[in-house]
């Protein structure tokens, strides 16, 4: 069992930035490939990011456009999502989630068997 905390969420204007936080305790945090997903209201919930169990390797959707950086610290269990250039269209309930090393199908959220309870990010016009 894996136990996920997201923190750092918040209001910012349109332009600024944010860097969220995802705690894990439990099982080897190393085991893990993590991502970050974002529902907005009314939309299905969507891949934003994701790491490789070692940081090595790392994939973005399509929207991100260089604007966000995932990274991990294994030492501290804890993988991050900075956001840059954020836009009121970003504005969603952002949730990291685990799923077991072997699985490299990085934005299917089945894969994914633990998952965060979400922090809020709202962006400004």
């Known amino acids: 069992q894996v136990h996920l905390v997201e923190s750092g969420g918040g209001l910012v204007q349109a332009g600024g930035s944010l860097r969220l936080s995802c705690a894990a305790s439990g099982r080897a945090f190393s085991s893990y490939n993590m991502g970050w997903f974002r529902q907005a209201p009314g939309a299905e919930r969507a891949f934003v990011a994701h790491i490789d169990w070692s940081g090595s390797n790392t994939y973005y959707g399509d929207f991100v456009e260089g604007r966000f950086i995932v990274s991990r610290d294994n030492t501290e269990n804890t993988v991050y999502l900075q956001m840059n250039m954020l836009r009121p269209e970003d504005t969603a309930v952002y949730y990291c989630?685990?799923?077991?090393?072997?699985?490299?199908?990085?934005?299917?959220?089945?894969?994914?068997?633990?998952w965060g309870q979400g922090t809020q990010v709202t962006v400004s016009p």
């Open positions: 989630a685990a799923a077991p090393k072997y699985h490299t199908a990085y934005n299917v959220q089945q894969l994914y068997t633990f």
